[in-house]
């Protein structure tokens, strides 16, 4: 075989290329994020188990009562009465006003690219202040 010695150094250079992320980041998980919770409402609409892991079945089954029923009211399981949007009753100042300290900080975590904002308008967040500039 010609060029054996070069044909393998080649073989071995690509494998450590194509697996260094593998044995690189091994044993480390990333760092969960944290986030911040309303400090004015004590109680979500659900449990907090629940809306880890199923918030999208609960808000696309809002869509579908209030487009296809036209029913805007949500009776949670405590007997609470909530509207159903996800501007006004979860996304309100009173909730998770902040879509960047909640919302992103978990979607980024997991990798999930949310399509509610294809439709809805973020709210607003009022800008971090800046140090003032030296002069």
């Not at 091994?26 to 109680?43: D, F, N, S, T, Y």
């Not at 999208?56 to 029923?69: A, E």
């Amino acid at each position: 075989m010609y060029d054996g010695g070069k044909i393998i150094v080649g073989i071995i250079i690509g494998l450590v290329l194509l697996t260094f992320p593998i044995w690189y980041t091994h044993g480390m998980a990333p760092k969960r994020p944290e986030v911040k919770l309303p400090e004015k409402e004590k109680q979500c609409v659900q449990s907090k188990e629940y809306m880890k892991t199923k918030h999208m079945q609960l808000l696309d089954l809002w869509r579908d009562s209030v487009v296809r029923v036209a029913q805007r009211s949500y009776v949670a399981p405590n007997g609470t009465k909530y509207d159903m949007s996800l501007q006004n009753t979860c996304m309100s100042a009173e909730c998770h006003a902040k879509k960047t300290e909640f919302c992103d900080r978990c979607h980024d975590y997991t990798g999930v690219v949310p399509y509610c904002w294809d439709c809805h308008i973020p709210p607003k967040e009022e800008p971090k202040e800046k140090p003032e500039e030296m002069h």
